[in-house]
């Protein structure tokens, strides 16, 4: 039972630096899909990787109260990022995603760019110039991003 007092709401979940792990992540996102009065999901600084990103994905495409997630900061590459666009495909509640700081190189960088929100961070991933360029296309036809925050680290080679 997830809430003995059936007049209370449950409507942000601030899970930031909770050591979330993907198990931990995949068991919240299935509450999750159960829960329709939450509408902010924040989960910066865990470690949920692309396993939970994928579980958060999945919840998503059955949850349509969220309007703002952020999984900022929790080892999330192409893979996970990839799973979230897939999901923003469907789920048209959710307006603010912030994915900044993992690992999501080209390949996440455009399936994300693709689908876009209305804001929209991916400051500091690892994506080349190639994810640069895609994003910075889809950002001429894109007419629902509003706020775009986002760099990529300096290449190395």
């Known amino acids: 039972m997830l809430s003995p007092l059936p007049h209370l709401r449950w409507v942000s979940s601030r899970l930031n630096s909770c050591g979330i792990t993907p198990v931990g992540c995949v068991a919240l996102a299935s509450a999750l899909e159960k829960i329709q009065s939450v509408t902010r999901v924040e989960l910066e600084q865990n470690a949920v990787g692309d396993e939970g990103a994928r579980a958060l994905a999945k919840m998503l495409t059955a949850n349509t109260s969220i309007t703002a997630l952020n999984v900022g900061c929790n080892t999330i590459g192409d893979v996970g990022a990839t799973a979230l666009a897939d999901a923003l495909l469907v789920n048209t509640t959710l307006t603010a995603v912030a994915v900044n700081n993992n690992a999501i190189g080209d390949i996440g960088a455009q399936a994300l760019a693709e689908v876009g929100g209305q804001h929209f961070n991916i400051l500091d991933n690892p994506f080349g110039s190639h994810g640069g360029k895609v994003i910075a296309d ?4 894109n007419t629902t991003i509003r706020t775009l ?7 190395t080679q």
């Open 138 to 141: 889809a950002l001429k036809t």
């Open 149 to 155: 925050v986002g760099r990529s680290p300096p290449s």
